[in-house]
């Protein structure tokens, strides 16, 4: 078993963070397996090497240790995604082997208007005007191209730990999707599809928001030679009024949880409860809580934390 958890350093480490974190720490140590710290900093304008040594005290602080990672070392190293550009590059050379790359031209605002505004939670459906165009008609354009993988007349299906059987339909879910941006920057979908092969992960566990991303990164990997891991999705952290923790909501980070002279114990108590993998309300030892953990008993509900979650935490620590 070969376990990661891959945050991007776009903000302090907030919640819903920690919950990620802890369940990802709690699969691989129940499990006899490897937990693999990877930083996702390939969104260059927003990542910021302060917030990595940040997000990796913050572990430290909450007793959530790593086997590998950019503060560990390890043998699938570099762990962090903006040392691994070479690797995105071998992998789209052998996509335009197998002629499942093109070139696309088209604009965002083209993108929006045909395939109109998409519901929460869906994608933008791409209709593939560019795939059809020609090499003369490829010569004539002006804007330099993003590069897309056509994707087949066929479903992607898979288990997932949680929500149970998948089935996705791409040409209809997402069509022809970005590989590479027209700016240059590799897209989220093949980079973590090669960092998960490429190190061997055999075991995703991550946001129920990352569940429509699953069978795009299962058919890059199997275009690419990869064993296909076990995904696990998981319920968000929530709010009192349905919002979802994030940075840019700016969910409570554990530096704040710290000043208030909260420990690393109480917030991974808190969260196991509101959580379920724990009844009682009170203070866990880590080694306790991986000896209780079962996936099963969070649910497929997200998570409300309470209004006032600094005085909440607080509590565990009576």
């Not at 990877?38 to 602080?61: C, N, P, Q, V, W």
């Not at 070139?103 to 593939?128: K, N, Q, W």
């Amino acid at each position: 078993m070969r376990c990661r958890f891959a945050p991007s350093p776009t903000g302090y480490m907030h919640l819903g963070n920690v919950w990620t974190a802890l369940l990802c720490w709690l699969q691989a140590r129940r499990g006899g397996g490897t937990l693999v710290l990877r930083i996702e900093d390939i969104d260059e304008g927003r990542s910021k090497k302060e917030y990595t040594r940040a997000l990796m005290e913050d572990l430290t602080f909450l007793g959530l240790d790593r086997d590998e990672g950019p503060d560990a070392g390890g043998p699938y190293g570099p762990y962090r995604q903006q040392e691994r550009y070479n690797l995105y590059e071998a992998a789209i050379e052998r996509l335009k082997r197998l002629n499942l790359v093109y070139p696309c031209y088209c604009s965002r605002a083209r993108i929006t208007s045909v395939s109109g505004a998409p519901h929460e939670g869906e994608l933008s459906v791409y209709d593939g005007r560019c795939y059809g165009l020609t090499e003369a008609e490829r010569r004539r354009q002006r804007k330099k191209p993003s590069l897309r993988l056509h994707v087949p007349e066929r479903s992607i299906s898979f288990t997932d730990g949680l929500y149970g059987l998948q089935e996705e339909y791409l040409p209809t879910k997402c069509g022809d999707f970005v590989i590479r941006r027209a700016d240059g920057m590799y897209a989220y979908q093949l980079a973590v599809t090669v960092d998960d092969g490429a190190m061997g992960i055999t075991h995703v566990l991550r946001g129920r928001d990352l569940l429509g991303s699953t069978g795009r990164q299962i058919l890059l990997s199997s275009y690419l030679g990869y064993q296909t891991p076990k995904y696990t999705h998981v319920p968000l952290l929530i709010d009192c009024a349905g919002h979802r923790l994030s940075k840019r909501q700016h969910g409570i980070t554990v530096r704040e949880l710290r000043a208030e002279g909260i420990t690393g114990r109480q917030i991974l108590s808190y969260l196991a409860y509101k959580g379920g993998l724990v009844r009682e309300a009170c203070l866990y030892d880590p080694d306790r809580l991986v000896q209780q953990f079962d996936i099963r008993n969070i649910g497929v509900k997200d998570i409300v934390i309470d209004a006032d979650p600094i005085e909440a935490i607080k509590y565990f620590g009576h």
